[in-house]
């Protein structure tokens, strides 16, 4: 029996976690996740059009990029990257607080596993939590989609 593409972890209602394994270097993995230049050939939603302003070509904690984004209409956000470590993982920040991560496991052996993350856990909007809104918009069943199609994204250009 063949492994499936992509594989989903959630692990809470408000986390939707999906990876998949790839035959590739886990630095040019890395390299391309970690640049936001390249999030619009990622995105498997197709929400994030180009990426407008950044720090540093590769994202390191504390970095803030500016992406031009659609979803039902043009807008721009603001990200804010949480957590980096090279080669190993990256996460940043929606201003609402809701993260995107990405996890790479190393096996040494050509293989890289990826593990994309969507966790709305500390989304809120003052003192409210936005984890209701976001279910009753569909985000939750939109992002699990997106990360399929952004985990195959990857398999496609790391082929």
Known sequence: MTQPLVQFVDTNAA?????????????????????PAKHCELDGGGSVQKLLSQ?????????????????????QMT?????????????????????????????????????????ARE???????LHPIYKALGMYRRNRKNIALSLAKLHRTFK
């Not at 986390?15 to 640049?35: K, M, R």
């Open 123 to 129: 989304a809120r909007w003052g003192r409210y939590s």
């Open 55 to 75: 720090q540093t070509p590769e994202l390191t904690t504390g970095d803030r990029f500016t992406e031009k984004m659609f979803l039902l209409l043009p807008y």
């Open 79 to 119: 990200l804010t990257v949480t957590r980096a470590q090279k080669n190993q993982f990256i996460t940043w920040r929606h201003p609402a607080g809701h993260e995107w991560g990405w996890e790479l496991i190393d096996h040494h052996d050509g293989s890289v596993t990826v593990r994309e993350t969507f966790d």
């Open 15 to 35: 986390i939707i976690c999906a990876e998949t394994t790839l035959n590739a270097n886990v630095q040019e993995l890395y390299t391309f996740i970690a640049n």
